[in-house]
T-cell receptor, first 115, second 118 residues
Framework: EAQVTQNPRYLITVTGKKLTVTCSQNMNHEYMSWYRQDPGLGLRQIYYSMNVEVTDKGDVPEGYKVSRKEKRNFPLILESPSPNQTSLYFCASSFLVGLANGELFFGEGSRLTVL | AQTVTQSQPEMSVQEAETVTLSCTYD???????LFWYKQPPSRQMILVIR??????QNATENRFSVNFQKAAKSFSLKISDSQLGDTAMYFC???????????????FGGGTRLMVKP
């Protein structure tokens, strides 16, 4: 089954304790991205990756890091989480089809609470 | 930069009736894509419908259809014969082609929470 898998689905942590949210896709997509969802703001892009070892900042990258060492994996790293990073996080992936945009496939979301 | 606005934070509709969710957007590009996503309580983001700006014909998917008014920059979603399973948060989103959008980013509205009542 084609899917984007995120872990953990739920996490409560404390300020300053490093954490990683993993994302893996089995569709051989070149493109992967992280979004955060906050009430009234919709989803906003944090980081994206066009292919292995190619990453760049989205709209709200502060406080986050990513890496893309393998095509299927795109972990989101919070080196020193703060309460304003309490949010619902989504990983998404797609093919890059020339000038067209491939359909984005989303993971099931990771609810993160930072105390 | 693109912006997407959903002016209705919450809506409700009786089962079997029709409801329309509003969305307006702003972009300086002539070619772009518009989407409606559904997010049920399970939190999964589900693509409901997609419209390409250069196509004049409104997209439809079964009970879901859009009213795309390019000049007015309006992209409303109509749900006919509403079902209890349509209860969800609905997000409108826009996207410009990859050549103009290095991050392949979707710009989302704030969402409309729809409740279908039995």
């Amino acid at each position: 089954e084609a899917q984007v898998t995120q872990n953990p689905r739920y996490l409560i942590t404390v300020t300053g304790k490093k954490l990683t949210v993993t994302c893996s896709q089995n569709m051989n997509h070149e493109y992967m991205s992280w979004y955060r969802q906050d009430p009234g703001l919709g989803l906003r892009q944090i980081y994206y990756s066009m292919n292995v070892e190619v990453t760049d900042k989205g709209d709200v990258p502060e406080g986050y890091k990513v890496s893309r060492k393998e095509k299927r994996n795109f972990p989101l790293i919070l080196e020193s989480p703060s309460p304003n990073q309490t949010s619902l996080y989504f990983c998404a992936s797609s093919f890059l089809v020339g000038l067209a945009n491939g359909e984005l496939f989303f993971g099931e979301g990771s609810r993160l609470t930072v105390l | 930069a693109q912006t997407v606005t959903q002016s209705q934070p919450e809506m409700s509709v009786q089962e079997a009736e029709t409801v329309t969710l509003s969305c307006t957007y702003d972009t300086s590009e002539n070619n772009y894509y518009l989407f409606w996503y559904k997010q049920p309580p399970s939190r999964q983001m589900i693509l409901v419908i997609r419209q390409e700006a250069y196509k004049q014909q409104n997209a439809t998917e079964n009970r879901f259809s859009v009213n795309f008014q390019k000049a007015a920059k309006s992209f409303s979603l109509k749900i006919s014969d509403s079902q209890l399973g349509d209860t969800a948060m609905y997000f409108c989103a826009s996207q410009v082609p990859l050549v103009l959008n290095a991050g392949n980013m979707l710009t989302f509205g704030g969402g409309t929470r729809l409740m279908v009542k039995p």
